[in-house]
């Protein structure tokens, strides 16, 4: 195994200080590869996330991002060191237009700027012939597409995905996921949750299943693809009203 | 009627100023700041002291620029007065706000913000007295624009609307243009996602407060030249910028320069129907017509 | 001694009235989290309300209704109410910062219309010529003072037990949920907004009736007495003796009352007579100084509210 891009070990968060979601959550992810995380409504998939974000405190365990503790840095110096978040909704500014919404996602890039953006908009050619407009005009797949451009413009080592198909249309959110899939092919690194989960199995390498805000099963993905436990995992939740 | 259209653009033009920074504020920090005229107050005095110490060390400087009434030393002083101001601003923000809005009593900060409304206006007068000032003892001459019917203008009007039209251009290309600016808007629209877009939540906030400080600046002094200094001029000014950022919409910077001349035209176009007493009172009408017809303002939009 | 006696009577008046102003602002900040930057318009509008339709007649204005004086007392009320109803109405679904500055607004605007519109209520002269209740029986001295002071506190006593009832129902710990988390409250089944409204129009009432008492108590209204002064005094008292408990208000009230009296006596008794005149700034820093202190150092004030289990996140067991 080459050396985790990011391991989180015993993570311990939620929104408020003395109601932890997140009971020990333990995980790895590694480069280029699609590290999905799935379980039940309420597993603590989106807080797992936004802890390693920056974007709730953790009350205990660590998270290491190339070997370094990152768990108590700041969301925009995560930013900065490569690390990209894409939210599930209101990931990007609809006020904005969008080659602004671009921009501000290129600030940092200096020189390099005007040439990652000519590449973004080759990648995503709908936002090409729409950089005037307003973001909030643009359809839920083409925000997604924006978004994750966003994300790429800081050239990330590794991208947070909450959930990029959903409210989408089967066609759209397939489009999204199989781009997740040509983006680890240059070499970045997707922590991804979804709620589709047959169609990311087939996508991802390696696969976390939470409930109730701790660990249940990981392994390869194409394994639990076929696997019973899963299956029990989410009907399991259903049985015991845990939502 | 015209002379009062007239007038009103006038008094738009340092409302529109004031009202920039409250509205940026109020939106990016969340809180309806009712110390922000006291920042204008602040401005206003600061020149003062920055225009007697430039005249007394550069004579050069204490000449007039005619025909208006204004020195270069108080130009000098503006300049001093916006950093001055923007920095107050700052330093407040850091000793009073940050920490009750650390204690997470979101709601408290209204409270705070009049706490300290209280303290500066009050400040300023046990330091500069309960009497009028002046930037300049001259009477200004008006120029007749008109004699039927009669329309003045003072050149110092005409400069205050130049430059106040000048200032708001140039926060326009920032806002439109510049990354900052983008950042800015971010951060006021959503700051969780601009912080994962790299946005340095802190900075931006001490941006938001150095602008609005100021602008406020600009406005106070502005004011002090179209009327007089008094410590208590915060006290009427507060109504008329908050009427401008709710005319225009809370967090909306176009909204605040619209709502400021709105407002300043509505106060004296209602001198035609209303007592001059009753001036006070317009900024209020104008709030209360605004919620009943378009509660989110010309430019606003809904938000929790 | 009977002049101490007489002076103390004369404080416990004033700072009883203020109490119950205190309680009314209370239901709307502590208990609902409404911000009023206008307390004065409401307790202007029950101290004119209550003069100019108990009053005898007047030339040149509005009034000289003649009301018995419990009507008329209810009557300022009801006006006060009146205003609440309307300025929550525009404001209450909207973010909190409206409520603000249209409150502050409708005391900037009543303090304008009372000192400029003389056919209403006098102008800056103010409203005069009305008789206190049972005067004929008891005078004007000392008895008098007395007997109303008893009124007061009986007023006073009655409106905390009220409210202490109040907070205590289903509809007070509604008002608690809505200031903790409106969405839950809203997923319950209530409108929030109109919860609000109403809690704002009781407190506004209250208001209301304090500044009927008070107009009562001087028999005289001017626009004199309904500066912003008031609502920074009224504010402090609450802050200062702990917004959500009923107690601390009446505590502040009395406390902040005595501190005022006091500040301004030491400050005339001892202050250079060429600073007399900056009496008023020293004691506005005095009492925004309490204002921002408080709330950065003890912002449950000295008698905090009781934590309830609504208390979202500071009671781990909710």
Not at chain 2, 170 to 183: A, K, P, V
Not at chain 3, 164 to 183: K, Y
């Amino acid at each position: 195994m080459p050396e985790a891009v990011l391991e989180a070990r015993g993570v311990t968060a939620g929104y408020v200080p003395d109601l932890p979601i997140l009971h020990e959550v333990s995980l790895v992810a590694h480069p280029a590869q699609i590290t999905l995380i799935i379980g039940p409504n309420g597993a603590g998939k989106s807080t797992l996330i936004k802890a390693i974000a920056g974007l709730l405190p953790v009350s205990a365990g660590q998270i290491t991002f190339g070997g370094a503790d990152i768990t108590h840095i700041r969301t925009d110096q995560l930013a900065a060191r490569g690390i990209a978040y894409v939210p599930q909704t209101d990931n990007i500014f609809r006020s904005l237009t969008i080659r602004q919404n671009l921009d501000l996602a290129l600030r940092r890039a200096g020189a390099g700027a005007p040439a990652r953006l000519a590449r973004l908009l080759e990648q995503f050619p709908a936002l090409a012939d729409k950089q005037r407009d307003k973001a909030g005009t643009l359809s839920g797949g083409q925000r997604q597409f924006l978004a994750i451009a966003m994300a790429l413009a800081t050239a990330p080592k590794l991208i947070l995905m909450d959930e990029p198909s959903a409210g989408l249309s089967p066609k759209a959110a397939q489009e999204v996921l199989e781009h997740a899939r040509t983006l680890t092919r240059s070499g970045v690194s997707i922590l991804l949750v979804e709620q589709n989960v047959n169609q990311a199995l087939r996508l991802a390498d390696h696969c976390f299943i939470l409930a109730e805000g701790r660990n249940q099963i990981d392994g390869p993905a194409d394994a639990l693809l076929n696997n019973k436990v899963v299956g029990e995992i989410y009907l399991g939740a259903r049985r015991m009203g845990a939502a | 009627m015209i002379q009062n259209l007239i007038d009103g653009v006038l008094t738009g033009s340092y409302i529109s100023l004031g009202a920039i920074g409250l509205t940026l504020v109020m939106h990016i920090l969340r809180f309806a700041n009712f110390s922000h005229a006291e920042l204008l107050s602040l401005g206003a005095y600061a020149a003062l002291v920055c225009d007697a110490l430039v005249s007394a060390l550069v004579p050069v400087f204490a000449v007039k620029l005619a025909p208006l009434s204004l020195t270069g030393a108080l130009i000098v002083a503006i300049f001093v007065s916006m950093v001055f101001t923007g920095l107050s601003a700052l330093v407040i923000d850091r000793l009073v706000f940050k920490r009750v809005r650390e204690k997470g009593q979101e709601l408290s900060m209204v409270f705070a913000s009049f706490g300290m409304a209280l303290i500066i206006r009050n400040v300023i007068g046990l330091v500069f007295g309960l009497s009028p000032e002046l930037y300049s003892k001259d009477i200004a001459f008006a120029m007749i624009l008109s004699r039927d019917p009669l329309i003045l203008v003072k050149p110092d009007q005409i400069f205050v609307l130049v430059a106040a039209l000048v200032l708001m251009f140039l926060l326009h290309l920032i806002l439109s243009r510049t990354t900052f600016g983008y950042s800015l808007r971010a951060v006021a629209e959503n700051p969780s996602l601009a912080q994962v877009n790299g946005v340095n939540l802190q900075r931006t906030i001490m941006a938001v407060w150095l602008i609005g400080g100021g602008l406020a600046a600009v406005a106070g002094i502005f004011y002090g030249l179209s009327h007089q200094l008094i410590p208590v001029m915060g006290r009427d000014l507060v109504l008329p910028i908050f009427a401008a950022t709710i005319v225009g919409g809370i967090g909306s910077v176009y909204g605040a320069v619209l709502g400021g001349f709105i407002v300043g035209i509505a106060g004296n176009l209602a001198l035609v129907v209303l007592p001059s007493g009753y001036t006070p009172s317009v900024p209020f009408l104008l709030i209360i017509v605004v919620l009943i017809l378009r509660p989110h303002g010309l430019f606003g939009e809904a938000r929790a | 001694m009977i002049g101490v006696i007489s002076y103390l009577v004369f404080f416990a008046t004033t700072a009883s009235i203020l109490a119950i102003a205190v309680l009314g602002l209370n239901l709307q900040w502590g208990n609902t989290g409404l911000f009023n930057g206008g307390v004065v318009a409401f307790f202007g509008a029950g101290a004119y309300g209550t003069l100019i339709l108990g009053g005898t007649p007047q030339a040149g204005h509005l009034g000289g209704y003649g009301l018995f004086y419990p009507l008329a007392l209810l009557g300022g009320m009801a006006i006060a109410g009146l205003v609440a109803w309307i300025v929550g109405l525009l404001t209450l679904r909207l973010r909190h910062d409206y409520l603000a500055i249209a409150t502050f607004g409708v005391a900037v605007a009543f303090e304008n219309l009372m000192r400029n519109a003389e056919w209403l209520a006098g102008g800056a002269k103010g409203v005069r010529g009305f008789e206190r209740p049972l005067r004929d029986a008891l005078g004007d001295g000392f008895t008098y003072n007395i007997f109303f002071f008893l009124v007061v506190l009986v007023i006073l006593i009655a409106t905390y037990l009220f409210l202490e009832r109040l907070v205590a129902s289903p509809f007070g710990r509604l008002l608690r949920a809505i200031r903790e988390d409106e969405e839950a409250a809203q997923s319950l089944g209530k409108n929030p907004a109109r919860v609000r409204l109403m809690a704002f129009i009781t407190g506004s009432v209250i208001l209301g009736l304090a500044g009927g008492l008070y107009g009562t108590f001087y028999a005289f209204v001017s626009p004199q007495d309904v500066l912003p002064t008031l609502t920074f005094q009224i504010w402090a008292m609450l802050i200062v003796g702990g917004a959500g408990n009923n107690r601390g208000a009446i505590f502040g009230a009395f406390l902040i009352w005595g501190a005022w009296t006091a500040s301004g006596w030491a400050l005339s008794r001892f202050a250079p007579i060429e600073a007399q005149l900056y009496t008023g700034s020293v004691q506005f820093i005095l009492i925004g100084s309490v204002i921002v202190g408080m709330l950065m150092w003890r912002p449950h004030g000295l008698l905090p509210e009781r934590l309830v289990v609504s208390q979202r996140g500071k009671t781990p067991s909710a």
